[in-house]
């Protein structure tokens, strides 16, 4: 059984060094008297909360990997063994799952029973997974969106940035992205849809450049990254603006993480910034899919997987989400169907 191993915690931007490949033996079936399951992965999701997760921590709402052991995240599987009564063998599963060919899932009351296999099976760790729930929770909950508001997202090309974009698209709002390279705007605007889009990183002013696309200013601020980009929304945002606290991926490798001045914005002009977890929105998980699946079947979103082939390669790509490697969803294939 192949398994990637923190070697130990990681300071600063993560390394391929930081982590190796070991083969260890896993038996076959699910001992008795435990109600484990037992699952080949097929599909592994590179997910930035894991950055934290490399690091020692203390009273977060994750724990730490444990360094010499393998590292678990989402993924997407099939049953070989259970004891467990909601699961049988060759049932597919998506859940948190080792980053390893086989896994004994002893928690499996955290897994979801895929029910759906007319889309692709990938799709599991990012459109109809926990990237997805995330997308669909925080523009439609957290963000209150209306019909022809304006609508700003950060690393918008991503698992997360390109539905939530589709969504307020979908919604009749004006949307404008920001992603890291010519390509992924090209995807922003030409495949998903998107209003306008912009590469940051050509950006020298990235308030003058929020003001081109923005002129009116922004009601809806989809937050993926922090850092300068929150600054420059803020002296953006319109009266009575909302910002949904999604992630802030520019800070998670910093010793020190940078200051953001621009909050008195916040009361000036009565806005509305919160935060918020995917994991409090799973109980919304089937109504979630009642609302996706008709509307990929339908072919009105899309959504597209930068796939890797091999556990081995595992490593690389989720070092390469801190560097926008990544164009869209970041997947590792661990073997096929
Ligand atoms: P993505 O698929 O968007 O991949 C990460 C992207 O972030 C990169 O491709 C890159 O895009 C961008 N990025 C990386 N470093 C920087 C930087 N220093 N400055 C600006 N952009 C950077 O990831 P996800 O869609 O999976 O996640 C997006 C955000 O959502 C993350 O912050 C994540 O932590 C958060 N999240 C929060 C959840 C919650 O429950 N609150 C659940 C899931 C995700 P580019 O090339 O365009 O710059």
Redesign the pocket.
């Known amino acids: 059984n192949n398994q990637v191993i923190l070697r130990d915690y990681v300071s600063g931007f993560p390394k391929e060094s930081d982590f190796m490949v070991r083969t260890s033996t896993i038996r076959l079936n699910v001992p008795e008297g435990s109600n484990a399951v037992l699952v080949k992965n097929l599909y592994l999701s590179c997910?930035?909360?894991m950055r934290s997760r490399m690091t020692k921590l203390e009273g977060s709402y994750v724990e730490s990997f444990v360094p010499g052991s393998p590292i678990s995240g989402f993924g997407a599987s099939r049953v070989l063994d259970s004891r467990h009564p909601n699961f049988k063998k060759g049932d597919l599963i998506w859940g948190i799952t080792g980053w390893e060919e086989y896994s004994l899932i002893t928690t499996p009351e955290t897994l979801f029973k895929i029910e759906h296999t007319d889309v692709p099976l990938s799709y599991y760790t990012g459109l109809l997974g926990?990237?997805g729930l995330?997308a669909y929770a925080?523009f439609y909950d957290v963000a209150s969106p209306k019909k022809g508001e304006y609508v700003f997202i950060?690393?918008?090309?991503?698992?997360?940035?390109q539905l939530v974009g589709q969504f307020a698209k979908l919604l009749g709002c004006f949307v404008v992205g920001?992603?890291?390279?010519k390509a992924?705007v090209d995807l922003l605007k030409n495949k998903f849809g998107f209003d306008e889009a912009f590469n940051?990183?050509e950006e020298q002013d990235l308030e003058a450049a929020l003001k081109r696309y923005f002129p009116n200013g922004i009601d809806i601020y989809f937050e993926?990254?922090?850092?300068k980009?929150l600054d420059a929304v803020l002296v953006n945002m319109r009266l009575y603006g909302r910002i949904p606290?999604?992630?802030?991926?520019?800070q998670?490798n910093c010793e020190q993480p940078e200051g953001v001045h621009n909050l008195f914005c916040l009361i000036a002009k009565r806005i509305r910034m919160q935060?918020?977890?995917?994991?409090d929105y799973y109980h919304m998980y089937p109504k979630f899919l009642d609302t996706v699946l008709p509307l990929i079947r339908e072919g009105k979103i899309t959504y597209v997987e930068d796939i890797v082939e091999g556990l081995e390669n595992g490593p690389a790509a989720l070092i390469?989400?801190?560097?926008?490697?990544?164009?869209?969803?970041?997947v590792v294939m661990v073997a096929r169907e």
């Open positions: 997910d930035p909360y926990m990237p995330t925080g950060s690393a918008a090309s991503g698992a997360v940035g920001s992603a890291g390279s992924k940051h990183k993926n990254v922090g850092g980009m606290m999604c992630g802030m991926i520019s998670y935060g918020f977890l995917v994991f390469g989400l801190f560097y926008g490697r990544n164009v869209g969803k970041q």
